[in-house]
Nanobody, 129 residues
Framework: QVQLLESGGDSVQAGGSLRLSCATF????????MSWFRQAPGKEREVVAY???????????YYADSVKGRFTISLDNAKYTVYLQMNSLKPEDTAMYYC???????????????????WGQGTQVTVSS
């Protein structure tokens, strides 16, 4: 079975940093995309970042405008883990953060939650001012 286990969420002050980790179990190196989404209370789930994976290596990345320049997504091939480095955190970054992996179809939009096959349980990020 495939499992995505997230960690790294915490409560921090504005301007602080966190690094989220998404460890993949049952990883076959065949995922085409791995992504981070977030969802705040009363809001829709939105894409934060994704990375395209080919041959077990990370390729092109995408970032939502709201996090561009502050967040970085990366892949550690040896550890089968995807990271989200979050710097200069703002209160509006407060949300449950979810890791998602593998588009059900290559033609699906990697920015859309419904496109993904596997999801983690989420890790809470809270940023106070």
């Amino acid at each position: 079975q495939v499992q995505l286990l997230e960690s790294g969420g915490d409560s921090v002050q504005a301007g602080g940093s966190l690094r989220l980790s998404c460890a993949t179990f049952g990883y076959t190196a065949s995922y085409n995309y791995m992504s981070w989404f977030r969802q705040a209370p009363g809001k829709e789930r939105e894409v934060v970042a994704y990375i395209y994976i080919s041959g077990g290596s990370g390729g092109a990345t995408y970032y939502a405008d709201s996090v561009k320049g502050r967040f970085t997504i990366s892949l550690d091939n040896a550890k089968y883990t995807v990271y989200l480095q979050m710097n200069s955190l703002k209160p509006e970054d407060t949300a449950m953060y979810y890791c998602a992996a593998d588009l059900a179809n290559s033609g699906y939009d990697p920015r859309a939650p419904v496109s993904y096959v596997h999801w983690g349980q989420g890790t809470q990020v809270t940023v106070s001012s």
